[in-house]
């Protein structure tokens, strides 16, 4: 058997065509409820008006009056999605450090947060970069300069000396997902020249634990090198998520995974605010069960293995600690840990409660900067 590894999906440092494994490619939609259409019976048949057909679904229709029969061409919203959404979409190419052949570039993708020139992106597109160029999706190009950059979330942000540029429409939080609703990627994948490339797929999955610090979002749309810091893209035209990795095995297909809005929000709303990310921790270093660190679905607590800040010592935490909730939230995985987090800052107090001495109990606890 095989290892599988995850590779963020940002463009290499090469002179030649980088080459990827095919993923696959797939158009999806979330089921919706019942619709309700213009109809009669006639004869023990229900004929639907057409005209009703067209306003509650969409699509177009034309009625052949010499063969009695009606043409219906469904509505498929992806081009509309992809011409709402590209030009939001920039790419990125800069010279990595340690690198002097004139050709020896890494690229990646953005997307415009604000129409002042603010883009975000990963931070793995844009850390080992010396210098780079934006590219807008009118062809313009840009002298980038890297402002904010937190690698625990992989997002970072970059500004361009421009106005007037089309700002992306992110989902509002809490997300509203479905798994199986149709999604579509855009970016620069293998080759800078193939800038605002467009694949469609589904959601496949939410709430993933992989490789991250944060959830994930799982889809099966193409993402190659270089799609990095683009946006997956709800059928409404709404980015749910900033792309960032992909499974890479033989034998592996169709598993790539997006940073979440609710999360960009967090990390770029801490930017604006505090210049970083402004992180709380519990103070405490933790140990995941077998059962997590696997993959099994899990209850189990998570062990303090050592308690590093003086509020936690302070608090009653000890190493050897189970620990079961944090504000009341089961917590199984550091992933879960962090999530709650999100909503806190340091200084701040929250309760836990942990097994200690063969006794739950809660503890009051000051959060410090994590």
Do not use: C
Request: aromatic share 6%; net charge positive.
């Amino acid at each position: 058997m095989r290892t599988r590894w995850l590779r963020p999906v940002a463009g290499t440092a090469a002179a030649a065509l980088i080459l990827a494994g095919t993923m696959g490619v797939g158009i999806g939609s979330a089921s919706a409820p019942a619709q309700s259409l213009e109809a009669k019976m006639v004869n023990g048949e229900v004929y639907v008006k057409a005209s009703s057909l067209t306003k509650t679904l969409g699509g177009s229709g034309t009625y052949n009056a010499k063969t009695n029969t009606y043409a219906y061409t469904a509505y498929n919203p992806i081009p509309a999605v992809i011409s709402k959404v590209s030009p939001s979409v920039v790419g990125i190419i800069g010279k990595p450090a340690g690198y002097e052949d004139r050709y020896a570039l890494a690229h990646g993708t953005g997307v415009i947060w604000k129409s002042d020139g603010w883009i975000v992106t990963n931070a793995h597109v844009v850390k080992d970069l010396t210098s780079f160029i934006v590219v807008t999706a009118d062809g313009k190009e840009y002298d980038g300069k890297r402002v904010y950059i937190d690698e625990k979330s992989d997002l970072a942000m970059v500004k361009i000396a421009a106005t007037g540029l089309k700002a992306a429409t992110f989902a509002a939080v809490p997300l509203k997902l479905e798994v199986g609703e149709g999604v579509v990627a855009i970016g620069t994948p293998a080759d800078f020249g193939l800038r605002n490339t467009a694949t469609s797929g589904i959601l496949s999955g939410m709430n993933r634990s992989i490789a991250s610090d944060y959830k994930l979002l799982q889809t099966d749309a193409a993402i190659n090198p270089g799609n990095s810091g683009g946006p997956l893209v709800n059928l409404k035209g709404e980015i749910i998520g900033i792309n960032s990795l992909k499974f890479v095995s033989e034998g592996i297909e169709s598993l790539g995974f997006a940073i979440p809005t609710d999360t960009v929000r967090y990390v770029v709303n801490h930017f604006f605010k505090y210049g970083k990310v402004n992180r709380s921790s519990l103070g405490v270093t933790l140990e995941e069960s077998w059962s997590a660190i696997v993959g099994l679905p899990s209850s189990d607590p998570l062990t303090v293995k050592t308690v590093t800040s003086d509020a936690a010592v302070k608090s009653g935490l000890k190493a050897g600690d189970l620990l079961y909730s944090i504000a009341g939230q089961q917590v199984s995985s550091q992933v879960e840990v962090n999530e709650i987090l999100k909503a806190y800052l340091p200084g701040q107090q929250v309760e836990v409660l942990v097994q200690s001495g063969g006794k739950l109990v809660t503890r009051k606890l000051t959060l410090v900067a994590g």
